[in-house]
């Protein structure tokens, strides 16, 4: 398993209405692809006073599911549009790492 992760930043006032576009549309269209691999995403937030970064960690079975879902450059971040306008920054590449163990001990 691959875990594809990614961050990006909104100004406090803009952070619900990301949420809102992620949780709503963002993510929904992922999932309506059904792509061959993939495994699912986990959204993270951390409110700060100054900005609110997110953290999307999505689960794919290989590097060649992630290519299914980017093309070949499988570290350029999906950043929509619409994201783009509500975001104050983000990463532009997206990291990966390769699931060592899952186990809860």
Same mark, same amino acid.
């Given at each position: 398993? +691959?875990? !594809? $992760?990614?961050?990006g930043w909104t100004r406090p006032e803009d952070a619900? !209405?990301?949420e809102r576009l992620l949780l709503g549309e963002i993510i929904p269209a992922i999932l309506d692809r059904k792509m061959h691999?993939?495994?699912g995403i986990e959204v993270l937030r951390e409110d700060d006073e100054d900005e609110v970064e997110f $953290?999307? $960690?999505m689960t794919f079975v290989s590097r060649d599911? +992630? !290519?299914a879902f980017v093309g070949d450059d499988i570290e350029v971040?999906?950043?929509?549009?619409?994201?783009?306008r509500v975001l104050s920054r983000w990463d532009e590449r997206s990291r990966h790492y390769e699931v060592r163990d899952?186990?809860? !001990?």
């Amino acid at each position: 398993m +691959i875990k !594809r $992760i990614w961050h990006g930043w909104t100004r406090p006032e803009d952070a619900d !209405r990301y949420e809102r576009l992620l949780l709503g549309e963002i993510i929904p269209a992922i999932l309506d692809r059904k792509m061959h691999g993939f495994r699912g995403i986990e959204v993270l937030r951390e409110d700060d006073e100054d900005e609110v970064e997110f $953290i999307t $960690i999505m689960t794919f079975v290989s590097r060649d599911a +992630i !290519r299914a879902f980017v093309g070949d450059d499988i570290e350029v971040a999906h950043v929509p549009e619409a994201a783009q306008r509500v975001l104050s920054r983000w990463d532009e590449r997206s990291r990966h790492y390769e699931v060592r163990d899952g186990e809860v !001990r």
